[in-house]
Structures are given as structure tokens and as C-alpha cells.
């Protein structure tokens, strides 16, 4: 399902995901519709833009909320023009699975987009890298913790709060398992996070200790 204003960015999405053998069962234009739409159809997932009718300022924030609330069982992907990391953690602070933000710079990018809503409908969540970027560079409260990682660790925990899994962080940094294993030890132990057996949530957990204020 996706929710935006603007008719042409609905369609064009519509058809990047169709191109991508995603079915999309609903496309709408407000955050009301996008609710009785959900109820109704209870899709895998929906795609939704931040800043939609009336006030055009966290409408379709607050609806995405909602759906996690109340469709546990529904991914959200949310889409947005701007890098606003607080908007990001409303989200995924409250519900860490099935939850992700991206820009919509990214949308052009097929396999990119039809990627991101699988994993969220699968449970998954997705971060933008340019959000990631933002997040391990800024100082913040709890700097001196997260000033207790080595260069390698902060690379893995931004490839981490992709959403990226163990496998995938080795492969993308060229090193066995068992090393990326040991450098997210390192990284909770540091951080002070106790351990989880849910990826998603270590990740987001994550993300939520960097985003503090």
C-alpha cells in the first residue's frame, strides 16, 4: 500500500514496485485513507510519506505509528524528502521491527526500494545510510561510551543499524563471521546493552543509546 499527496510520485512508486514483482493492493492520498485502507485490506506492508494533507507536517508519521500499534503484523516503510533523525527514531524507537526510513532520493533505485519493503514486511528494519552518517558522526550524551569503539567497531555498528546482518557485515567489510561476531560483543559490552537474541531489536537498541539526548 502507499500513501502519499502527490498523484505522480504515487504512480511512478507504484510502478518501481510492480517493475520489482511487488503487488500494491491500494494507493492513497491522506493519512485517513491510508488507516481505513490498512484496516480493511491489512497489507504485508505500506509506504508512506512524513508530510501529508492537512498540515503537510508528521501526518503520515503519526499514521505510521498507528499501524504498528495497531497492525503489528504490517511493515512501514517511511519515506521522506528531508534527514531528520528524530522523525526516524518516533518510529523506530517505539517499534523497532517492521519499521524503516528512507529518503526518497532513493526511490529511483528498483532493486533498492522492492529490497527495503520485503524486509520490513518480513519483519526486518531498514535505516537510511545518510541517516547512519548523521547518527555515528554527531557527538551526543553517552559520547564517552561510544568513544570506547575502535574505527572497525563503529563501521560495523553503522552497517548494523542498516539492518545488516552478521553474514552480510562480513561480506561487506571482508572478514570471517567470527571476527564481525566478536566486534558486536565488543560493541554491547561498550555500550553497555545486555544481549538479545533478536537482531532487530540489538540494532535498534542501538541506534536508540546514539540518538539520546
Given at each position: ?99 524503516g ?60 543499524a ?25 560493541i ?6 545486555p ?19
Open positions: 500500500m502507499i500513501a502519499d499527496d502527490e498523484a505522480l510520485f504515487r504512480e511512478g512508486v507504484a510502478r518501481l514496485l510492480e517493475d520489482g514483482s511487488v503487488d500494491v493492493v491500494a494507493k492513497v492520498g491522506t493519512a485517513d485513507e491510508l488507516l481505513r485502507r490498512v484496516d480493511l485490506a491489512r497489507p504485508d506492508a505500506a509506504i508512506v510519506d512524513i508530510r501529508m494533507p492537512p498540515s503537510q507536517t508528521d501526518e503520515g508519521l503519526v499514521a505510521a505509528q498507528e499501524i504498528r500499534r495497531a497492525h503489528p503484523q504490517v511493515g512501514v516503510l517511511v519515506l521522506s524528502h528531508y534527514l531528520e533523525s528524530h522523525w526516524a527514531m518516533r518510529l523506530l524507537e517505539e517499534h523497532p521491527e517492521r519499521s526510513y528512507l529518503l526518497k532520493e532513493r526511490v529511483s533505485d528498483v532493486l533498492e526500494l522492492s529490497s527495503s519493503i520485503r524486509r520490513v514486511a518480513a519483519g526486518g528494519s531498514v535505516l537510511d545510510p545518510k541517516v547512519v552518517e548523521r547518527l555515528v558522526g554527531q557527538p551526543r550524551r553517552g559520547a564517552d561510551r561510544l568513544g570506547q569503539l575502535t574505527w572497525r567497531e563503529r563501521e560495523v555498528l553503522a552497517l548494523m542498516e539492518g545488516c546482518s552478521n553474514r552480510a557485515i562480513a561480506e561487506r567489510l571482508f572478514v570471517s563471521d567470527h571476527t564481525v561476531q566478536k566486534h558486536v560483543k565488543n554491547f559490552a561498550a555500550l553497555g546493552l544481549p538479545s537474541a533478536d537482531d532487530h531489536r540489538r540494532v535498534l537498541a542501538v541506534l536508540t543509546f546514539l540518538y539520546s539526548r
